[in-house]
């Protein structure tokens, strides 16, 4: 539990000294739950668990959300493809979270976005009663998908759709081919900077006094007799050789909610003669990013495709086009776009735009990789999404599947199964929990003229922060406040502030330059230098700080060149296998090269053997 004397904003800043005192914490006490991993479903399993009142720690191998929860298609949605699987029950929880979160927990990271279905055209009276099918087809769909949020009142957080004709379509979206349209339907979903979202959530855990540390790899379960009783964790940001750095967490309870990485727990059990009953099957989205400029558009677009579907999606000054759905076997932890994904994307996209993209438009390039509960469909696309629970051992849960919309549904249900084993536990209050940055956000916003002009500073600027930290911009407004340099823009990003690297580094647990650039800011695909250019100037920021020397702010934009380049060439290659081999070239900055005794090349979050004692 959190010290009552002080602020929930302050006791959520995870800071370089609120680390240290962490992790003197994981060697010194006993937890009831510890959870490993730090994407959006592991950094929700702690806040539920904070919130319960338990005594909670969380270890992430590299930077919070580093895996798949930072490289979606950035939308908090229930699912449209899903209606045709008829996945009624997962469609109608996700929309429910969707309007939890755009009202009620997260308002400041979740908004409306509007997208158009654009109806294909026919050729004359021969194709109407086609053309109304699709449209009552279409129309139908999106009408269950406005019952199943609610079709009333505020909590559904979206407005109703719309029909539109094909003048009243290209109104709204000028680049649409009029000879491929017959008209759109117009709907809303939820947009989300989803990295920004795991932070919150990993903070807010913190704000209730759950222990919370990155770069803190899991490397082995402690057991007695049959009971896993505590891990085994190795500080990746210790010296080399350091007696310290490799230390036993106690916990009464552990959760491995680690995604794409839960086979290799699998394997792991496998080696002591159990069989947790799940597999998880990897399946690559890659996304394209563009300037906003290349497209004419007020909306995005949702679009079938042959195997799944293709979003266009407003994105700031940019457009994100995405995504492809390719089962992917090759190493987990830096997924490789190929020169054949990146032009799947764009033949799909200019199917329907009057002018082309090539790639020449391309500013940045994504790819994650989705955790999904193996079964017998050939096609990932047509796996479930649904999630599971799973106790292959006594003190061990773990949680696998799922989609980045319904996190806080699976992290309920794991440490629901946790509580029954610890006993006398109350529920989960998370669904009335806002996160931090929520709590009076409607009301700041509304004055945000005011805001800046007390803090003498554009109100594009506070728009701009009140939609990334929502209350909490106070805090990087008061940075400003301290050192008026920090309102200057960064070098090579002008859309971000210097106070946000200085406030990623003291609050917000960045250790990095790829932790500011790739996911407290949006820069390696936001800009066609992928960072490059802003790189010298956020290792001056963190380093003031982080107290890094010349030698080490070199080292940091070394490592992140060499990564920058590795992608850049992978997406070169012709297709998954040296697309990942052209990847791997780059060395992990957290040093699991080192780790696992191979140089250079290759990571895990998770490489658990077993330990007894």
Known sequence: MRDPNVTRSA??????????????????????????????????????AASRGLKVALV?????????????????HGGLRYLEQLEFHLVHEALTERGLLATRLAPHLVRPVPFLIPLPAGRGLRDLPARLFRRSYYGAGVAAYDAFAGLFGTGRGMPLHRHLTREGARR????????????????????????????????TAASLGATVVSSARAVGLV??????????????????????????????????????????????????????????????????????????????????????????????????????????????????????????LLDQVNLVLDRPLSSADIEGVYAGLRPLLAGEADSTSKLSREHAVFEPMLGLLLVAGGKYTTYRVMAADVV??????????????TADLPLLGADGYAAMWRDRADLARRHGVPVGVVEHLLERYGTLTLEVLALIAADPLLASPLAGAPEYLAAEVTYATRSEGALHLEDVLTRRTRISFETAHRGLDSAGHTAELMGAVLGWDAATREREIAHYRARVEAERESQLM?????ADAARLGAPDVRGFAADRGVDGVGDGPLHLPTSSR
């Open 11 to 48: 006791a959520g800043q995870l800071s370089p000294q609120r680390r240290a005192a962490d992790l003197r914490r994981l060697r010194a006490e006993r937890f009831d739950v510890l959870v490993i991993g730090g994407g959006a479903t592991g950094a929700g399993a702690a806040l539920d």
């Open 60 to 76: 992430e191998a590299r930077d919070f959300a580093a895996g798949t929860s930072s490289r979606s298609s950035k939308l908090i």
């Open 172 to 203: 709204v979206f000028p680049s649409l081919r009029a000879d491929a349209l017959a008209g759109a339907i117009r709907y809303y979903d939820g947009q989300v900077d989803d990295a920004r979202l795991v932070v919150t959530l990993a903070r």
């Open 223 to 344: 057991r007695q007799a049959r009971e896993v009783t505590g891990v085994r964790v190795r500080d990746l940001e210790a010296p080399p050789g350091s007696p310290d750095a490799e230390f036993e967490v106690r916990a009464r309870t552990v959760i491995a909610a680690t995604g794409v990485w839960s086979d290799d727990m699998s394997r792991m059990l496998n080696d002591v003669g159990l069989r947790p009953g799940v597999r998880v099957r990897a399946s690559k989205g890659v996304h394209l990013v563009v300037p906003r400029s290349a497209i004419t558009g007020e909306t995005g677009l949702i679009v079938r495709t042959a195997t799944s579907v293709l979003f266009v999606i407003p994105w700031g000054g940019h457009w994100i086009i995405g995504t492809t759905d390719t089962d992917w076997r090759l190493d987990r932890s830096h997924p490789a776009a190929s020169a054949r994904d990146i032009q799947y």
């Open 416 to 429: 629901d199964r946790a509580a029954h084993r610890l006993g006398g536990v109350r529920p989960s209050r």
């Open 574 to 578: 012709p297709d998954d296998a040296t």
